[in-house]
């Protein structure tokens, strides 16, 4: 019997074998050798409402008893239409259309296809081009990798898809020394855009709060309002990647409600919308977009499994138990207690850099030297290192080296928005003792 390859292709050859999971409940999983294991980032900060809810089970095999899948262009069906108006309403008064599809790169996908087509229709067809930041993640498609700020992939893949311009992240940690950075990152977006020439710019889109390629990293509230104000002077749509952040993740159901002067006018979501159920994403669009769209024969755009009833049955039970059990107002509470923990921490820890984030979407940024914030070289893989003592010791955690260190490394402490203050201080402690394993490693 040949032994499974899976570690071996993401990973490569001669690495270790990864735990191999026999069941979950809530906070916590267990190996097939009965270990346990705290998820401190909700698997890939997907697992939002915890392990093992029976109520999203009995929803699951509710649907899966009556029917799994229809064609979405012929058919539709209650769950469908359903979870689609409660995404439409959680994102609120702007936001009327939901185009579900199976994950975050579809959801990233559909809105730069929808920005395109409407822009055509519109008799707008000289904008093409969506700005994006560096350093920035918005998924593994071709599209998405194509606005991704990232220059390994760049490297990598840039002869097979056409690289969209980039303009600088407001990072909050290793500022340069540029007065009012944030102002001035949001400024080189106007720059961006005249350089480009303004009728051929489609869109801007962001991570209102950062996901891996940036490490939680929220900006000041002037950014927001100030990129939002750059888009309309120059009819940039403007759209927020929340695949990570969306979906109650950061204390409300889009992290754009934390800064209501700066609506986007698309958003994709994913991620916490099924919290890895099942595979869904969404697209979330106002109806001055889609009717001009529909008006003019319709979205060119779909997917087999868009929409399908299984899946939607799904989310809707997910989103249930988001609004249900109160786990956005959870979020919020857990999260400013998480962090004043994880700063303590900080505080002892010769290692720990920066602890930043918002809600229960954080990361933790590891350093060599805290007074000059030199990360490790990358022979240490210093992160992965840490990852790896981690989960010896029975937490979880998803760290990232981002391109290849050129912007740092972090873990992302990001558990399960049903976390509990007792659940936390596990947490920490497990952290505590990771830390004090790494730390002797490293002296």
Partial sequence: QKESSGGAFYAGRGVTKTPTISHAKGIFFWDTDGKRYLDGSSGAVAANIGHGNERVRDAMIEQAKRFSYVVRTAFTSEATETLSRMIAELAGPGFDQTFLVSGGSEAIEATLKLARQYAVVTGQPKRSKILARMPGYHGSTLGAAAITGDPDRDQMFGPIMRIMPKIPAPLSYRIPEVHSYA??????????????????????????????????????????????????????????????????????????????????DLVACAKGLSAGYTPLGAMIAPNWIVDKVVESGGFLHGHTYSGNPLSSAIGVAVLRELVNQNLMENAQRMGVILRQKLNALKDRSTTIGDVRGMGLLNAVEIVEDKATKAIFPASRQASYRVAEIARDLGLHIYSRRAASGKFGEWFMAAPPLTITEPEIDLFMELLKETFNIFEREVR
């Avoid at 801007?204 to 939002?228: H, Q």
């Avoid at 120059?234 to 969306?246: A, R, T, W």
């Avoid at 754009?256 to 986007?264: F, G, K, R, S």
Wanted: glycine residues 10%; contains cysteine.
């Fill in 183 to 264: 102002d001035h990152c949001a400024d080189e977006l106007e720059r961006q855009i005249l350089a480009e020439g303004e009728d051929t710019v489609l869109a801007f889109i962001m991570e209102p709060v950062g996901g891996v390629a940036t490490g939680a990293l929220v900006a000041p509230n002037s950014y927001y309002s100030k990129v939002r104000k750059i888009c309309d002077r120059y009819g940039v749509l403007l759209i927020f990647d929340e695949v990570m952040c969306g979906a109650g993740r950061t204390g409300t159901f889009l992290a754009a409600h934390h800064w209501p002067d700066a609506l986007p």
